[in-house]
């Protein structure tokens, strides 16, 4: 089983970035998943790349639609040339509300546009690549021009993973369909939901394109309670439990809720959001609906409760880092007995 760490903090300092890759690699991790909201995910992800020499970095993820496949093109191919080959593309649609408003773009159906998207930036690459003339032409997009001074080297590396991110089974068909792999979201990572929702839509969408499941790298955004002790097990299951009950005060988060009969929490959340009794909410979120969403364990205990929550749904789960770097050696054992779990 892979693991990840992620920037969990939007608001890192740029200047940051390489200590906390840094220590991520040190940490034994797989790989950084790296998030879009306050930085640039490309800029964030060069950084990263930069200053380790083994860790993967995967956007997660970056906003497509503001940008032209044909910008994103370039700073997945550059990423990708200057770390081996350590940097995956993970794409994502974001709200009409934001695209429209926060990035003034014009919105079109999201799936639709996505499959369009993932093949405008493939149709580059292979011109690059292969030096092939470059003619793509779709309902969203239209490239056919590629003057040789601005074609970039071929790659001596395989082009980078195009990976989505979703929540909705329509995006998770498209990854299935036409991506290299699928981002879940924490508030989609429950074993049910994966076993009984994520897995059969990647399925229908891997059939389209005559693919194998396993082909589809599945890499799941867990929320997991665990540390050297008990008393650090409980602060953070403390932690977690108001962050479920602010994802879950919205709507679009309820798919996971409603699967397990529990949508009347999210429906409590929702009003006590818009009452502003923001101090009240984590007590909608049960101790039976948390265990039913993260698996809790200490450092020692942790490492067979996800290989059987996980082990036989997803290729790669996401750990947060400790707190309290003194903690990091006796965790980097826990990462390596989860990377040696197959």
């Not at 003034?104 to 999201?110: D, L, V």
């Not at 009984?196 to 969408?205: D, K, S, T, Y």
């Amino acid at each position: 089983m892979q693991v990840y760490a992620a920037v969990e903090d939007p608001r890192m300092p740029l200047a940051e970035v390489a200590a906390y890759a840094q220590r991520a690699e040190a940490c034994a991790f797989t790989g950084l998943l790296v998030p879009e909201s306050i930085h640039d995910a490309f800029m964030t992800s060069m950084l990263a790349l930069e200053h380790t020499s083994e860790l993967r970095v995967v956007t997660s993820v970056a906003l497509a639609f503001p940008r032209s496949p044909m910008i994103t093109a370039y700073s997945a191919w550059d990423l990708q040339s200057m770390s081996g080959g350590r940097f995956g593309l993970g794409l994502g649609s974001q709200i009409k509300a934001n695209i429209e408003g926060r990035f003034s773009t014009e919105w079109t159906a999201p799936v639709p546009r996505m499959r369009d998207y993932i093949a405008a930036v493939r149709a580059i690459w292979k011109c690059w690549q292969h030096g092939e003339k470059l003619d793509f032409e779709s309902d969203s997009y239209s490239f056919n021009k590629m003057q040789p001074f601005f074609a970039p080297p071929p790659l001596e590396v395989e082009a980078p993973a195009i990976l989505l991110g979703g929540v909705n089974r329509h995006m998770t068909r498209l990854a299935g369909e036409a991506a290299d792999g699928f981002m879940t979201h924490p508030t989609n990572t429950n074993p049910r939901y994966l076993r009984e929702a994520i897995l059969p839509n990647l399925r229908h969408g891997s059939t389209r394109t005559h693919r194998s499941l396993r082909a589809i790298e599945r890499i799941g955004s867990t929320f997991v309670a665990t540390g050297l002790d008990r008393q650090a097990v409980e602060e953070e299951r403390g932690r977690l439990r108001e962050y479920l009950a602010f994802v879950f005060s919205t709507p679009q988060y309820w798919p996971t809720l409603e699967l397990l009969g529990r949508k009347e929490a999210g429906e409590t959340l929702l009003q006590l959001a818009r009452a502003g009794r923001w101090t009240e909410m984590r007590e909608a979120i049960s101790d039976e609906l948390f265990d039913t969403l993260v698996p809790s364990g200490t450092y020692e205990e942790i490492v067979p409760i996800l290989a059987e929550w996980y082990g036989e749904l997803l290729d790669a789960i996401t750990l947060r880092m400790p707190i309290d770097p003194g903690h990091d050696a006796e965790f980097t054992k826990t990462v390596e007995r989860l990377r040696a779990h197959s």
